[in-house]
Nanobody
Framework: QVQLVESGGGLVQAGGSLKLSCAAS????????MGWFRQAPGKEREFVAA????????RYIDSVKGRFTISRDNAKNTVYLQMNSLKPEDTAVYYC???????????????WGQGTQVTVSS
């Protein structure tokens, strides 16, 4: 069992930056691929970024490439999402997820956090 707690959301102006954190419980964190997803009002949840167990592989949706960076610190059981050049369309609740398989985490994840709100004003 993995429990995930996100933090770092907030209100920021367009062009600004935020760094989300996701703290995981359990001694097996380093064996899991981790992902970030988001859900905007009235829309389905979408995959944003993923990172494999050792940080050697990452994947992003096209709309955030070059602006967002996912990273992890296995010693701290934490995964991060650095978000730069934020746009109003990035406004959403952002969720952290964990799964054993990097290749499929974008479509199905085993464990989920409760989410953190990110609001980008124009």
């Amino acid at each position: 069992q993995v429990q995930l707690v996100e933090s770092g959301g907030g209100l920021v102006q367009a062009g600004g930056s935020l760094k989300l954190s996701c703290a995981a419980s359990g001694r097996t964190f380093s064996t899991y691929a981790m992902g970030w997803f988001r859900q905007a009002p009235g829309k389905e949840r979408e995959f944003v970024a993923a990172i494999n167990w050792d940080g050697g592989r990452t994947r992003y949706i096209d709309s955030v490439k070059g602006r967002f960076t996912i990273s992890r610190d296995n010693a701290k059981n934490t995964v991060y999402l650095q978000m730069n050049s934020l746009k109003p369309e990035d406004t959403a609740v952002y969720y952290c997820a964990a799964d054993q398989t990097f290749s499929t985490i974008s479509t199905m994840s085993q464990f989920w956090g409760q989410g953190t709100q990110v609001t980008v004003s124009s």
